[in-house]
Structures are given as structure tokens and as C-alpha cells.
């Protein structure tokens, strides 16, 4: 199952890249955004994780976050994220997620780049600097008053909406990490998004190997010097065993 000039690769790499998705989450029971029973075939994203939707309806918007901050509250993290952490301890592994769920961080692993921002996050929608947590054994009911922040203006949920811009921080130390990666891990993710999307590129143009984790094929799997057409939980851990 696990090539070993991956393994190889693996064990001499002055630093690894791993970044995930969506299907990182998928064995903790958290629904992915396009895949069978994903998110999107419930709600279209434009008309929910943008800020336009935001403006239209910030009620609704409002309730479906809160039903995803139900939906990871509920979940745990899975073996997957567990070999992650301690695959961490053997390789120099920075981990790079497009998730806002924060399994990874309840799962142990430490300074994880979040892209796309946490549902666990409130901002203000108004822009003020002002930002506060959401607390997972609290979340409001759909119907509950929406939040406020201290300067008055509605707060919003803390991720990165389509058409919006990445954060700054997390986008410069990604890309760093690509720049100076001996392999690029991708996981669960179906590398459609950008500029996220991108960063298996990055990574390839300073030379690094990039293997990828996903159960169906992605538009990177064409780019990837090793592809496992696995789950994430039971690819991790084959890696673990061999490293
Ligand atoms: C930007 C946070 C530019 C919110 C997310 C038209 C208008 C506007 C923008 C665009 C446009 N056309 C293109 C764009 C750019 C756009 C984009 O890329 N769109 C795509 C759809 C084409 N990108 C943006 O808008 C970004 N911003 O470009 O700004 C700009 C420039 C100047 C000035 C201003 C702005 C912002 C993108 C971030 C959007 N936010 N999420 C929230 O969570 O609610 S995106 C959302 O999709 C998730 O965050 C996730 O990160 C992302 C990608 O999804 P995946 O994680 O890959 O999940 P997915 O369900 O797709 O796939 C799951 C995979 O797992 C599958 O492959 C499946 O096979 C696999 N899997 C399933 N089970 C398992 C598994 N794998 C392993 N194990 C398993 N068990």
C-alpha cells in the first residue's frame, strides 16, 4: 500500500507538508462540501458562504453555521487526525487545513494553519478588530437572537467566504512551508478550491514530491508522484506503521 520511495521520501525529508480537507473531517461524521450527502447538495455555497449571503440573509446564514458548530460539537476527532499527531513527532510536519472545524487541535496537533479561518471564531461584520469565541457546549438555537459585537454591528462567523481574501499570516507561512517542503501530503480535499489549491504547485516548483490521500481521484492526483486511494483514517496510519 505504501510505495517505498514514499517511505523513503518521507523519512529523509528536512520538512513535510501536509494539507487537508474537507474529507480530513469526513470520518468524524463531519459532512464534506461537494461530496455525496456533501453540504452543497443541501445549500448552494454562493448562497451561503459569501458575504453577499451574509448582507441578504444574515439569519440564515447564521443558522447554518450554527448547525455546523453543532454538527463538529458532536463529533471527535478520528484515528486519522490521532496518527497525524503522532506522525508529527517523527517527521518535521507542518500541518496546513482548509477545515474550520479545529479536529486537528482536538486531536493534539499543535500550530496548525487554519486557511480558511474557524467556526469557532466570531468577527465583527462591520470590520472592527474586536473578536471573540464561540463556545461548542453553548451554541445558540437557529432562532436565537444573532450575535452583536461590542461596537453594535451584527458578528459573523470567523471563515473565509467566497470571493473574500485569506488571511495574510496563515497564507505567508503555507506558502513558506511549500517553498522549503522535501514532500507535500495532500488529504481529503478535492484541490478545487484556490488559492488553496494551489499550494501542491508551490510546493512541486521548489522540488518537493507530492503524494495524495483521497478515496476518488482530484484534479491533483494527475500532479502526484504517489496517489492512495484511501480513506484518510486508514492511509495515515499505514504511514505511521512504516515510518
Ligand atoms: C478568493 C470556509 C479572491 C467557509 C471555504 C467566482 C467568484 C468568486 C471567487 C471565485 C470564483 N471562481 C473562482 C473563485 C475563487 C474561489 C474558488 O476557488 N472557487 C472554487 C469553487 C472554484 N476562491 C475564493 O473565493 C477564495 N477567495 O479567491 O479571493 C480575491 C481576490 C481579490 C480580492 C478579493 C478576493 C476563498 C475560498 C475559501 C472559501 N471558503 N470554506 C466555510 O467552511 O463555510 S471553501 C470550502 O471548500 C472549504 O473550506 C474547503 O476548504 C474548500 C475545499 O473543499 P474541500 O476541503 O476540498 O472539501 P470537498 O468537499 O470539496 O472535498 C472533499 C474531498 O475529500 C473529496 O475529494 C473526497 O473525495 C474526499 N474524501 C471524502 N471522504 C474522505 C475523503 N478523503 C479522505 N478520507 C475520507 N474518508
Known amino acids: 500500500m505504501i510505495d517505498d520511495r514514499l517511505t523513503a521520501a518521507l523519512r529523509a525529508a528536512r520538512r513535510v507538508v501536509v494539507l487537508t480537507g474537507a474529507g480530513m473531517s469526513a470520518e468524524s461524521g463531519v459532512p464534506t462540501f461537494r461530496g455525496a450527502g456533501g453540504l452543497w447538495k443541501t445549500y448552494r455555497a454562493e448562497d ?25 460539537a458532536a463529533a471527535a476527532p478520528h484515528a486519522g487526525h490521532a496518527a497525524l499527531v503522532r506522525l508529527a513527532g517523527r517527521v518535521p510536519l507542518t500541518l496546513v487545513t482548509q477545515n474550520v472545524d479545529g479536529l486537528h487541535q482536538r486531536a493534539g496537533s499543535r500550530d496548525v494553519i487554519e486557511l480558511h479561518g474557524s467556526l469557532w471564531r466570531l468577527t465583527c ?14 451554541v445558540p438555537d437557529d432562532d436565537a437572537p444573532l450575535p452583536r459585537c461590542v461596537c453594535g454591528a451584527l458578528q459573523r462567523p470567523g471563515v473565509v467566504w467566497f470571493g473574500e481574501q485569506l488571511p495574510e499570516e496563515p497564507v505567508a507561512a503555507a506558502w513558506a512551508a511549500a517553498a522549503d517542503c522535501d514532500v507535500l501530503l495532500s488529504v481529503g480535499t478535492s484541490s478545487i478550491v484556490y488559492p488553496a489549491a494551489a499550494l501542491p504547485s508551490a510546493a512541486r516548483e ?18 502526484a508522484e504517489f496517489v492512495l486511494r484511501a480513506p484518510a483514517a486508514e492511509a495515515l496510519m499505514r504511514l505511521e506503521v512504516v515510518l
Open 48 to 72: 451561503l458562504a459569501t458575504p453577499q449571503a451574509f448582507r441578504r440573509d444574515p439569519a440564515l446564514v447564521w443558522a447554518w453555521y450554527r448547525s455546523r458548530q453543532r454538527a463538529v
Open 125 to 138: 461584520s462591520a470590520g472592527c478588530p474586536h473578536v471573540a469565541e464561540a463556545r461548542p457546549e453553548a
Open 206 to 223: 521548489a522540488g518537493a514530491v507530492i503524494a495524495e490521500i483521497n478515496p476518488e481521484p482530484t484534479p491533483l492526483t494527475a500532479h
